[in-house]
């Protein structure tokens, strides 16, 4: 069964203090693992789609990882405004529909 | 680029009412739409999927005559609860793809329904 565990459930940071969110995934063939940030009441912002192995991609403050079995978000010195939750989904190279199947995400609290 | 909204963002109904909710992609065209529920501090669960000129595919579980879709269009999908039960209170957002080979989906801004 395809599956998504993302951990930890929540993490505090101090601001400026750099950590990872981990993304693991079951999935029988890979079309893709997605990074959405969401804040509360809103809907999910698009962040991050990686395709293979060894892919790396950036934003501001942001880098998100693959490998075969998981996916990390890195977050470099971390700002207040980067509170939120953040969310992985993998859509499964079997969905003719791009169906995305979501982990349970990963509240962020940043404090100044 | 790659906006989708939703409207409402906020409705109150009574119970036994519908409620309509569009969706709509502002700046693309989107073959496929999907409508998502999200209950307080959980991950998003997709209630179906729906492609333009066909009908929805719903996921185990959600009642098809309850919540009626339709994909009228290739920028506009609608969700309709249909008499509505305080039950039915959940934040409902919508996504959209892009069609050709683009596999991301852009999500609403959802809206939030509460049935009293």
């Given at each position: 069964e395809d599956q998504v565990t993302q951990?930890?459930?929540?993490?505090?940071?101090?601001?400026?203090?750099?950590?990872?969110?981990?993304?693991?995934?079951?999935?029988?063939?890979?079309?893709?693992l997605f990074w959405y940030r969401q804040d509360p009441g809103k809907g999910p912002e698009f962040l991050f789609t990686l395709y293979s192995a060894g892919e790396e991609k950036e934003k501001?403050?942001?880098?998100a990882t693959l490998t075969k079995k998981e996916s990390f978000l890195h977050i470099t010195a971390p700002k207040p405004e980067d509170s939120a939750t953040y969310l992985c989904a993998v859509q499964a190279a079997s969905s003719n529909t791009g169906k995305l199947i979501f982990g349970q995400g990963t509240t962020l609290q940043v404090k100044p | 680029g790659a906006v989708v909204s939703q409207h409402p963002s906020r409705v109150i109904c009574k119970s036994g009412t519908s409620v309509k909710i569009e969706c709509r992609s502002l700046d693309f065209q989107a073959t496929t739409m999907f409508w998502y529920r999200q209950f307080p501090k959980k991950s998003l669960m997709l209630m179906a999927t729906s492609n333009e000129g066909s009908k929805a595919t719903y996921e185990q579980g959600v009642e098809k005559d309850k919540f009626l879709i339709n994909h009228a269009s290739l920028t506009l999908s609608t969700l309709t609860v249909t008499s509505a039960h305080p039950e039915d209170s959940s934040f409902y957002i919508c996504s959209a793809k892009p069609g050709g080979s683009s596999y991301e989906q852009y999500f609403g801004p959802g809206t939030r329904l509460t049935v009293t």
């Open positions: 951990s930890p459930e929540a993490l505090r940071l101090q601001e400026g203090e750099s950590s990872s969110l981990n993304c693991s995934y079951t999935v029988s063939g890979l079309r893709g501001e403050r942001l880098k | -």
